[in-house]
């Protein structure tokens, strides 16, 4: 169930009285201009008790479940990015089919709620201009993924940072650089990007299967790599490289190196053209081999049939993570924001914890509330 609110103006504030509870995931939209908008929720009811769960977009998590006793409330703040395709007046970002009807580029934003009785008293939606906001690139390892059971670390990094910064997140499932330039998504970023803004890079995953003359390691990914830096610098903003997750793919009781040359040849143009880069090829194998061969299937959408709504066969996915797996990411990408001394890292929430992938939170003991909805098929890209 959605719940609408009316259109409004760039710079003017949404209040909206709720007064619902449900043991239903429901969502609430409201037309609104391009931006960064400071959301404040207040959770409870005054008949029931609640337990909310607070998430914006597509699936992009921004609290942990809430409980309220009845006629007692708590309020969430957080600040959401909105965007929609129009880069000027006469050209677009295009994107891909399935991305026609995602909450991540509609023209309202979008809020979800869910958890075991979500209960939601008032939302405050108030435009801002004062915050930092972080874009990100890459593919379906960053993407805010629409629907259960896939997900992906930019849907998740939002949970540990206060409302002084947003997420912009330009990911998508079978991007590489090439089409990623392609299809106008970095010329939308610089028209969204101020001074002082950063820019995060992830891809390697799908670039590796472009085999055209000139393509490669260290040709067009490099070159690639190269405008990124070079466009982003000129428009005043900071950029930050992550080599590509590792692929779940164990021998011997190691997980190999599916990748060859894309994450040196990361590293390679980063030294070159000083750009700060967090090495989660790295880290995502030392994660894999911590949890080991079997354990590391419950950080990916390995799934036997029927788990799903219309899910005949099990689902066994290498690449493309599960709410947890992707929380771990999401940790291992502030760790690594953590080790470069970024001021980012001055925005983390409160009960933010040091985190080592060598030792990973369990997956037995992860609580993830689902969203309504759920898609077997698999995203774009390996």
């Not at 609640?50 to 007692?72: I, L």
């Not at 040359?261 to 390679?268: H, N």
């Not at 066969?313 to 992707?326: M, V």
Request: include cysteine; charged fraction near 20%.
């Amino acid at each position: 169930m959605t719940l609408l609110c009316g259109g409004v103006a760039y710079g003017q504030k949404v209040d909206t009285l709720l007064n619902k509870v449900s043991a239903e995931p429901f969502n609430f939209s409201v037309a609104v201009p391009d931006g960064n908008y400071r959301v404040t929720v207040t959770v409870g009811h005054k008949k029931k008790a609640g337990q909310t769960v607070v998430r914006a977009e597509s699936r992009r998590h921004y609290a942990d479940m809430v409980t309220t006793k009845k006629g007692k409330y708590e309020t969430v703040t957080f600040v959401v990015n909105k965007k929609n395709p129009q880069i000027d007046a006469k050209t677009r970002v295009r994107l891909k089919p399935r991305e026609l009807t995602y909450n991540n580029w509609d023209d309202s934003l979008n809020l979800s709620f869910c958890g075991p009785m979500p209960a939601v008293q008032r939302i405050q939606v108030e435009p801002v201009s004062d915050v930092t906001t972080v874009f990100l690139c890459g593919n379906s390892t960053v993407v805010d993924q629409e629907n259960e059971p896939w997900a992906s670390w930019g849907q998740m990094i939002t949970r540990w940072f206060g409302p002084d910064v947003a997420f912009a997140n330009y990911a998508e499932s079978g991007l590489s650089c090439t089409t990623f330039l392609g299809q106008g998504r970095l010329d939308k970023i610089l028209t969204q990007l101020k001074q002082g803004d950063y820019v995060i890079v992830e891809f390697g995953h799908n670039d590796e299967k472009e085999k055209k003359a000139g393509d490669g390691a260290w040709y067009s990914y490099s070159r690639n790599l190269k405008i990124f830096a070079d466009r982003v610098k000129a428009a005043g903003g900071h950029i930050i490289f992550c080599t590509p997750t590792a692929r779940r793919s164990f021998k011997n009781g190691r997980n190999q190196n599916t990748h060859g040359d894309y994450p040196e040849a990361m590293k390679t143009v980063a030294r070159r053209e000083q750009v700060p880069v967090i090495d989660l090829t790295s880290m995502s194998t030392t994660f894999y081999e911590a949890l080991g061969d079997e354990g590391s299937k419950k950080s990916l959408v390995h799934y036997p049939a029927n788990t799903f709504a219309n899910q005949p066969k099990p689902l066994a996915d290498n690449t493309h993570f599960n709410p947890y797996g992707a929380w771990e990411i999401a940790k291992m990408v502030v760790m690594g924001l953590k080790q470069m001394g970024s001021p980012l890292v001055q925005h983390l929430r409160a009960d933010w914890q040091d985190f080592d992938p060598q030792h990973p939170d369990s997956p037995d003991t992860f609580v993830w509330h689902m969203s309504a909805g759920s898609n077997i098929t698999k995203p774009d890209g390996n």
